[in-house]
């Protein structure tokens, strides 16, 4: 069993920053691959960055290059989401997710994780 325990959320005016964190439990934490989702209003759950288990490999949705980093420090078990930039349409429930089955690369489909977060909400005000 794994636990995930966002935090770092909040209200900021477009253009400002965020970074969450979640912190995981667990004591093979760097064989999971993590990934951040978000869940604007009203819509599905959206892949927005993912890592490998050695932080080696990421991945990024198209509308946050540039903009989104994630990384991971495994002697702490906490995976980071630095957000610069911020625009209104990146407000939502930000959740953070592990894929326990190892090897393997970044998945984009939330069907891929097994354990998820509370979630924690980002506001970005126009």
């Known amino acids: 069993q794994v636990q995930l325990v966002e935090s770092g959320g909040g209200l900021v005016q477009a253009g400002g920053s965020l970074r969450l964190s979640c912190a995981a439990s667990g004591r093979t934490f760097s064989r999971y691959t993590m990934g951040w989702f978000r869940q604007p209003p009203g819509k599905e759950p959206e892949f927005v960055a993912g890592i490998s288990g050695s932080g080696e490999s990421t991945s990024y949705a198209d509308s946050v290059k540039g903009r989104f980093a994630v990384s991971r420090d495994n002697a702490k078990n906490t995976v980071y989401l630095q957000m610069n930039s911020l625009k209104p349409e990146d407000t939502a429930v930000y959740f953070c997710?592990?894929?326990?089955?190892?090897?393997?690369?970044?998945?984009?489909?939330?069907?891929?994780?097994?354990?998820w977060g509370q979630g924690t909400q980002v506001t970005v005000s126009s």
């Open positions: 997710a592990a894929d326990t089955t190892w090897p393997r690369l970044v998945q984009t489909s939330a069907t891929e994780y097994d354990y």
